[in-house]
């Protein structure tokens, strides 16, 4: 990545107000900028930081000291994440042993905004003895980590946010944001998708909110099923057993030709011929289905208070086809599906 000409604190003019807000303009800018003119500045370096990382048969290891550190872990885990197996080394911990955890299948990422942290030097010693892919990110082009680097991702010369320019601000948000961006852009290249990322986030609001219809519905012999000249006693034994509150009406080519709701008998009930009737007679045609592949939160938002269940079909389609499941809304809610 190319440098461009460092900008300073007095290019930004923040609107006034109290001191307080001034202050808090200034870092957000100040950070911004940082951020625009390393998107603007990003070229083959990291390209090339992509293939090392793309290529890692093993896990990419992640370092930093300090504030760098800190930034570290959080990439190690927006990697792992994102289907790139990753972990977090303290470079501390690493002269006493923990070297042992880099393998020659691995791939390392160093963070350092000046280039010079002496308690990274075991660990970059240890990669150049054994060939270890090293991508560094600091500052510094011409810093021993970058100089040392398979490839150097230069951070933009941007001054730190506080008054002194002292504590890391700007050049940790650079870093972070850098590493968001190798993250992103690999799991691009490798195509990783919804469907993976639910398989890596069981848990919480992401995993919930990926669930699939297939992860909840019911199938096999307890699917509420009647062909459409079943008689309606029998059909209201069906619903009794199974428990769903209503029954799919299955026409002679084995697709859903309609169902029977609580709401249908409640309508023929007040006529007093509901027993005398078939399931053909009572049932509503075309019932809302959803097939297997769509998300949970989809067939929540089909049945939105009106309905309680929904028989699910193989795959999308607008013709009727054979019912594989069903699923009621109380199965959403146990899921923890809003």
């Known amino acids: ?32 900028r940082a951020l625009l003119s390393m998107a603007e500045t990003l070229d083959g370096a990291f390209i090339a930081a992509l293939d090392v990382l793309g290529a890692v048969k093993g896990r990419v290891i992640v370092t930093g000291m300090g504030k760098s550190g ?14 790139t197996p990753a972990q977090f080394i303290h470079p501390a911990e690493a ?20 280039g010079e942290t002496p308690e990274l030097g075991d660990i970059i010693a240890h990669t150049r003895r054994f060939g270890i892919p090293l991508i560094g990110i600091a500052r510094n082009p011409d810093s021993t980590l970058l100089r040392a680097a398979d490839v150097a991702l230069v951070l933009p010369p941007a001054p730190e946010a506080c008054p002194m320019g002292l504590a890391p601000t700007t050049s940790t948000t650079a870093s972070l944001a850098l590493g968001d961006a190798l993250a992103v852009a690999l799991m691009e290249r490798k195509g990783f998708s919804a469907d ?5 986030h069981p848990g919480g609001q992401i995993g919930k909110s990926l669930l699939r ?25 069906v619903m009794t057993q199974q428990r769903f509150g209503c029954a799919g009406i299955i026409g002679p080519d084995g697709s859903l030709a309609g169902i ?6 409640r309508r023929h009930t007040i006529t007093g011929d509901l027993l005398k009737l078939t399931a053909a007679q009572v049932m509503t045609a075309k019932p809302k289905t959803i097939h297997q592949g769509a998300l949970a939160v989809e067939a929540l938002g089909l049945m939105a208070g ?3 269940c929904l028989f699910v079909t193989g795959q999308a389609a607008s013709q009727p086809q054979p019912p594989i499941g069903i699923v009621h809304i109380h199965d959403c809610l146990r899921a923890g599906v809003m």
Do not use: Q, W, Y
Not at 70 to 83: E, L, M, N, Q, Y
Not at 196 to 200: K, Q
């Open 1 to 32: 990545m190319s440098v461009e000409k460092p900008f300073s604190i007095p290019d930004i003019a923040a609107p006034g107000g109290p001191a307080e807000l001034v202050a808090a303009r200034r870092v957000l800018e100040i950070g911004a």
């Open 70 to 83: 800190h930034i570290a872990r959080k990439i190690a885990a927006t990697f792992a994440s994102t289907g």
């Open 95 to 114: 002269s006493h042993g923990d070297l042992g955890m880099i393998t020659g299948a691995d791939a390392c990422l160093m963070l350092s905004n000046s």
């Open 196 to 200: 993976d990322f639910r398989l890596l």
């Open 213 to 237: 219809v297939a992860d909840i519905m019911h199938m096999g012999d307890g699917l509420p099923l009647a062909p459409l000249d079943m008689p309606m006693n029998e059909v209201l034994m």
């Open 260 to 265: 029977i709701t609580d709401g249908d008998l």
């Open 306 to 308: 009106k309905i309680t």
